[in-house]
């Protein structure tokens, strides 16, 4: 009996090791997936949050926990950022740091025209967004999406769509270079080149304090405005 329980032990001891040594491993390639947020922002906050839940409830513990009050502003987003050069939905060419994201509250989304699945939901649940804000959009809030199709998208394809869906001063819908495009989605952690895998995740962050966070595209859009609206600096509100 005495040698069968050792037998047993025997057998067992290399298999519990496997199990052991294989979590760590697959732990890191789930982490992999992650995709990361800016790293300055780590100098005033903690890893932000990817928001994949369903729960209102959690939606807006974390909403309010973005960054504690009196923290200091993030300091080396100049040399994160590209500052490459960008076309908006007026032609208009723009810097994306100088111009778009410094000193800004922004949401970020990734789109294109031609999509049929995911984009119309997202800027739809954006035209929503942008009536909550009221004239806070263009003031102290501004909406960039970013086309992952930059060939087919041109400024004239981009106006057409921003119109379709009424968008206002404050939201701007750029395109570009595809090289441009690409250092810009990468700098945001998304690093897919196929335009039909673009995330379903918005990006919101607040460039002079460093906070950032992402949020399900899914999402109530209330519960996006509210999560933006905690990003607006108290003197703003």
Sequence with gaps: ??????????????????????????????????????????????????????????????????????????????????????????????RFYDDMLKGKVVVISFMFTTCSTLCPMTTAHLASVQQYLGDRLGRDVFILSISVDPTNDTPAALKKYARSYKARRGWYFLTGEKENIKIVRAKLGVYEEDKMQHTGLLILGNEATGQWRKIAARRDPTEIANAVMGLIPVKSK
């Design 1 to 94: 009996m005495e040698n069968r329980r050792m037998t047993r032990g025997l057998v067992l001891a290399p298999m519990f090791l496997v199990l052991v040594l294989a979590c760590p491993l697959v732990a890191g390639q789930e982490r992999k997936k992650e995709s990361p947020l800016p790293p300055a922002a780590s100098t005033t906050s903690s890893s932000p949050p990817v928001d994949n839940s369903g729960s209102s409830q959690g939606q807006q513990q974390r909403g309010s926990q973005v960054l504690p009050k009196g923290r200091s502003p993030s300091v080396g987003l100049v040399g994160y950022f590209p500052n490459v050069a960008l076309l908006t939905q007026d032609n208009k060419s723009v």
